[in-house]
């Protein structure tokens, strides 16, 4: 992780030591009584940490922040649920570019048990979000909800700019659609086999843009990422960019 992340209440009080971050701190960062570390507040300003005392059970910290939090992000991703393990990378990766909130829909071509596996029953997705965002040494975690119907994703994801990618009818390139200077984007992604006709009719129905990244079929969590990106350079998202110095592979 390249920032250890706090919620609010956290950082008043000492960080036991069987915590993955205090073993992060102290077993990967190295760091002893006097050192400082990046920090971030969940949805709030970046800041440094310095270690004020190590202690057998817990770890005493303080904190300074940064006087404003990272701009919030602006796009919504609907993506066909799909097996846990590509759910997985889908997660992370799509935490790590920098979105709002991510939809995991059911599909016509989803596979119905997929909703319940327990990646989602048991919150494990969330670890994987929470490992996405400290990689990108951000703060915003995007709000996930999965086992959503399409129709009712498209509602809640209303946005100014809305685009599905799609390898039959996409005949738009991803990057001539995703325009500079929109206040809320939406990307709808497909299940491991795509969009029926009759849900290409829907997405289409409600204001999506068709569009594709050539004649390549990509996997689920490939095209999220390569979509995502596109969207992020073509929008200009990365052009104010900041990689700090202390990032990490």
Same mark, same amino acid.
């Given at each position: 992780m390249n920032i250890v992340l706090f919620a609010g209440p956290e950082v008043a009080r000492p960080l036991?030591?069987?915590?993955?971050?205090?073993?992060h701190i102290l077993e990967v960062l190295r760091?002893?009584?006097?050192?400082?570390?990046?920090?971030?507040?969940?949805?709030?300003?970046?800041?440094?940490a310095t270690v004020v005392a190590?202690?057998?059970?817990?770890?005493?910290?303080?904190?300074?922040?940064?006087?404003s939090a990272p701009a919030p992000e602006v796009i919504t991703l609907i993506v066909g649920l799909c097996r846990p393990q590509s759910s997985r990378r889908v997660l992370r990766e799509a935490a790590t570019l920098g979105v709002a909130r991510m939809f995991f829909v059911r599909t016509e071509r989803s596979e119905p048990?997929?909703?319940?596996?327990?990646?989602?029953?048991?919150?494990e997705y969330q670890r994987h979000v929470r490992s996405g965002v400290e990689q990108a040494f951000a703060t915003r975690i995007p709000t996930v909800i999965a086992g959503m119907e399409l129709a009712e994703a498209i509602i809640e994801a209303e946005a100014e700019i809305r685009i599905a990618l799609d390898n039959y009818e996409g005949i738009k390139p991803l990057h001539q659609v995703a325009a500079p200077g929109a206040a809320t984007l939406v990307l709808a992604v497909g299940s491991e086999r795509g969009w029926t006709a009759a849900e290409r009719v829907q997405l289409v129905d409600a204001g999506y843009q068709l569009a594709g990244m050539g004649s390549r079929? %990509?996997?689920?969590?490939? &095209?999220? +990422?390569?979509? %995502?990106?596109?969207?992020? &350079?073509? +929008?200009?998202a990365w052009d104010a960019g900041v990689t700090p110095d202390t990032r990490q592979p």
């Amino acid at each position: 992780m390249n920032i250890v992340l706090f919620a609010g209440p956290e950082v008043a009080r000492p960080l036991p030591r069987q915590d993955p971050r205090a073993r992060h701190i102290l077993e990967v960062l190295r760091r002893v009584p006097g050192d400082s570390l990046d920090v971030g507040l969940i949805d709030g300003p970046r800041g440094k940490a310095t270690v004020v005392a190590v202690h057998e059970t817990e770890l005493i910290l303080s904190f300074i922040w940064q006087e404003s939090a990272p701009a919030p992000e602006v796009i919504t991703l609907i993506v066909g649920l799909c097996r846990p393990q590509s759910s997985r990378r889908v997660l992370r990766e799509a935490a790590t570019l920098g979105v709002a909130r991510m939809f995991f829909v059911r599909t016509e071509r989803s596979e119905p048990t997929y909703a319940d596996s327990s990646l989602w029953s048991t919150g494990e997705y969330q670890r994987h979000v929470r490992s996405g965002v400290e990689q990108a040494f951000a703060t915003r975690i995007p709000t996930v909800i999965a086992g959503m119907e399409l129709a009712e994703a498209i509602i809640e994801a209303e946005a100014e700019i809305r685009i599905a990618l799609d390898n039959y009818e996409g005949i738009k390139p991803l990057h001539q659609v995703a325009a500079p200077g929109a206040a809320t984007l939406v990307l709808a992604v497909g299940s491991e086999r795509g969009w029926t006709a009759a849900e290409r009719v829907q997405l289409v129905d409600a204001g999506y843009q068709l569009a594709g990244m050539g004649s390549r079929v %990509l996997r689920t969590e490939t &095209a999220v +990422t390569a979509g %995502l990106s596109v969207i992020k &350079a073509a +929008t200009g998202a990365w052009d104010a960019g900041v990689t700090p110095d202390t990032r990490q592979p």
